[in-house]
């Protein structure tokens, strides 16, 4: 196996984590099997319990990891099924350190942060080699800023690991900022060159920089850079926004031939990529045929990443229609304070989506976009909680059921639609009440949950704490609620849907941590459709 570290430097949030995915993209094209890994610096044990204002979405992974977005980012544009082992955080390493050590494991030893945290780190390396076996690349991104002191065991232990493999089957890549300052009318390399300094002071030398710039690098900054960095010309990479999608990244870094110079880093022989499909996606995401307007209500809308994957899924099912996405983020909590606010920012949208969340903020404005999406016939996908949602919605105002609610929001409803299972109500322990990971689905037949998926069973990822209360099965289903999808069992409710609406689609679960470019995940795709047939008709 060969080794590519991915380290920032001068400021953060630069895209280290579209760099790896999109360079996962590049060499899987080669025909090479890639797996990535994210070390995140911080001290919480994984993002699970952080607001989506601190730290974006929470992703969930196959085994019910929580873990940071950006192993969305990975998953996406990749082939990699990642685990709870491909995120690994401060918190965990010395939460470890720290049990083996009360444990006795160090035999009496001063337990320091050499040998014995670098150590932790390097071992999640080598067990990723282990689980992985079969792939040519681990691509692995340091979080954070270098100079970070919290980053700085998570550097020296890829010093010492480096060390240990030899210099032929390990690099590491600097992604840094060269600004463009307009008084001056010029990019300036500076703060690059500081940045590298001060990883050669840690002890390691970048083999590849990746330079995030709003202008080209002419040959000139190239050469300056290559100089002062004592890095290759032709591995002073650049890399600008992208000018419409972040799916353009793979195809701009391909330009550059950041894969050709990393396979003759690693000394690798493999075949050009063929990017013919992944350019054949692209086109039909920068310019589609059609578009559909689509109302995306939450509550965490003006931070851009707190919904990141129900986004991308979108783009994802978007393009396999030849279609656009014309996104309209509405904050929940503007319905809660003006009523009328519905009606004017809802009528001219041809579909409707609730996202998850956790808390009462917002929530009525989101019950009142069920509303609108059930009364004007409005495609509507929910998730997660918006499947809950959809459920109070319906047993209020169509059931009859006053008061309806979820036992989240209020402890004394008379009547808890939606309620905490009985095996996890003593559990206090915040995270060990949810449900989390791949859970079986069981699909009705005949349904529009059928229809949608093409076959009567699916394995879905879940995130959540609340189930549909079992008692009100009968009663919901006299009035038109269709519960389209369950566990094996029968027990838990997966999906509803209503009998008397052209579209009305909500799940438990959370498909859009399972849609990739090429591969919509069949409920986007389906929503799509039907908005389009909505707005063709």
Not at 96 to 104: F, L, M, S, Y
Not at 198 to 213: A, H, M, N, T
Not at 392 to 397: K, V
Not at 410 to 422: F, G, S, V, W, Y
Request: aromatic share 8%; glycine share 8%.
């Amino acid at each position: 196996m060969k080794y590519i570290f991915i380290t920032g430097g001068v400021v953060s949030s630069l895209g280290k984590g579209l760099a790896a995915a999109a360079l996962g993209t590049i060499l899987e094209h080669r025909g090479l099997k890639v797996v990535i890994q994210k070390f995140d610096p911080y001290l919480n044990v994984d993002p699970g319990t952080m607001s989506p204002f601190q730290h974006g979405e929470v992703y969930v992974l196959n085994d019910g990891a929580e873990t940071d977005l950006d192993l969305g980012h990975y998953e996406r544009f990749t082939n990699c099924v990642l685990t709870r082992h491909n995120n690994l955080t401060s918190g965990q390493v010395y939460e470890t350190v720290i049990a083996k050590e009360r444990h006795g494991d160090y035999l009496g030893k001063t337990v320091q942060v050499i040998p014995h945290v670098t150590d932790e780190i390097k071992a999640r390396i080598r067990l990723i080699e282990s689980e992985q076996p079969q792939a040519d690349i681990l691509i692995t991104e340091i979080g954070g800023t270098t100079g970070d002191i919290e980053g700085l065991p998570f550097l020296e232990a890829i010093r010492q690991f480096m060390l240990e493999v030899g210099p032929e089957n390990a690099i590491v890549v600097h992604v840094t900022l060269v600004p463009f300052i307009k008084a001056a009318g010029e990019l300036k390399t500076k703060p690059s060159q500081q940045s590298v300094a001060k990883l050669r002071e840690i002890g390691l030398q970048p083999q590849v920089l990746i330079c995030r710039c709003e202008h080209p690098l002419d040959d000139e900054i190239r050469r300056k850079l290559s100089m002062y960095c004592n890095i290759a010309p032709r591995a002073v990479v650049e890399m600008r926004d992208v000018p419409h999608t972040i799916y353009e990244a793979p195809l701009l870094l391909h330009i550059e031939r950041l894969d050709q110079t990393i396979c003759n880093l690693l000394r690798i022989e493999a075949p050009e990529p063929n990017m013919a499909d992944w350019r054949r996606f692209v086109k039909r995401v920068v310019s589609p045929k059609k578009t559909v307007r689509v109302a995306i209500v939450g509550k965490y809308i003006e931070l851009q990443d707190a919904y990141k994957s129900v986004y991308e899924s979108l783009t994802h099912a978007g393009a396999s229609h030849d279609c656009g996405i014309d996104l309209r983020r509405i904050d929940a909590e503007l319905f809660e304070e003006e009523p009328d606010r519905v009606e004017k920012l809802l009528h001219d949208v041809t579909g409707i989506v609730v996202p998850g969340g956790f808390g009462e903020r917002g929530v009525e404005g989101k019950i009142a976009a069920a509303r609108f999406a059930r009364e004007h016939r409005v495609p509507y996908l929910g998730l997660c909680l918006g499947m809950q949602i959809a459920t109070i919605e319906f047993a209020r105002n169509v059931c009859g059921l006053k008061g309806a609610n979820s036992t989240e929001f209020d402890a004394d409803t008379p009547n808890p639609i939606i309620c905490m299972l009985e095996e996890q109500k003593e559990v206090l322990h915040k995270g060990g009440s949810m449900r989390l990971g791949v859970w079986p689905t069981q699909i009705v037949p005949g349904t529009l949950t059928e229809k949608v998926y093409g076959r009567l069973e699916a394995k879905e990822r879940h995130r959540h704490r609340y189930e549909f209360n079992n008692r009100y099965r009968e009663i919901m289903a006299e009035h038109g609620f269709v519960i389209s999808a369950t566990s094996p069992d029968g027990s838990l409710v997966e999906v509803i849907e209503l009998r008397d609406h052209p579209w009305f689609l909500a799940c438990q679960y959370h498909p859009e941590f399972q849609s990739k470019p090429n591969a919509p995940h069949p409920l986007f795709r389906g929503f799509i459709g039907a908005c389009l047939a909505a707005h063709q008709s």
